[in-house]
Antibody, heavy 118, light 107 residues
């Protein structure tokens, strides 16, 4: 089955860190671009970061210098290392697969919830 | 940054009726526009890409149109499973941005 499964979310204090994981299965992970998209409670979708199949990386300004996206091809897993977390980072974080080399998303995970609060 | 503006915020439609959702970009995105459907408690689902190409498995009652800065998503005859929130997203350049969403509710 083609799927993405996120994990690693939780409650963290402001200034803290978390690492999110996204396990991919059912497709050749190494050949696809991937992204993280988040959704604050009751709000819309916000793109966070993307990594191309060949390692190109880009971030939203709101997370630049605090978040790091990476992938482990041997484990078919996408990561998001989140440091210096702020209350405004509270959201459901989705892992998403890019279709056809253009940056829209044909497969999404169910998300993992990150709550930043003291 | 390209700002995507969706209207209306809420659309009340009776089952079987036609629904037309709008998405406007603050500058041209050519045809680099996707539409997603999101139901409560679920991840978004890709409906349309390239402004008008239906994604795999998407029923023909969903159609997309437009280019440049003005786009529409039309649902020709609303089914009960179509009541949801719909988002547009451009992928013309960085950063990728989404519209604020249109909630399609039962009238």
């Amino acid at each position: 089955e083609v799927q993405l499964v996120e994990s690693g979310g939780g409650l963290v204090q402001p200034g803290g860190s978390l690492r999110l994981s996204c396990a991919a299965s059912g497709f050749t992970f190494s050949t696809y671009d991937m992204s993280w998209v988040r959704q604050a409670p009751g709000k819309g979708l916000e793109w966070v970061s993307s990594i191309s199949y060949d390692g190109g990386i880009i971030y939203a300004d709101s997370v630049k210098d605090r978040f790091t996206i990476s992938r482990d091809i041997s484990k078919n897993t996408l990561y998001l290392q989140m440091n210096s977390l702020r209350a405004e980072d509270t959201a459901l974080y989705y892992c998403a697969k890019v279709l056809g080399g253009r940056w829209y998303f044909d497969l999404w995970g169910r998300g993992t919830l990150v709550t930043v609060s003291s | 940054e390209i700002v995507m503006t969706q209207s209306p915020a809420t659309l009340s439609v009776s089952p079987g009726e036609r629904a037309t959702l709008s998405c406007r970009a603050s500058q041209s995105v050519s045809s680099d526009l996707a539409w997603y459907q999101q139901k409560p408690g679920q991840a978004p689902r890709l409906l349309i890409y390239g402004a008008s190409t239906r994604a795999t498995g998407i029923p023909a009652r969903f159609s997309g149109n437009g280019s440049g800065t003005e786009f529409t998503l039309t649902i020709s005859s609303l089914q009960s499973e179509d009541f949801a929130v719909y988002y547009c997203q451009h992928y013309n350049n960085w950063p990728l941005t989404f519209g604020g969403g249109t909630k399609v509710e039962i009238k």
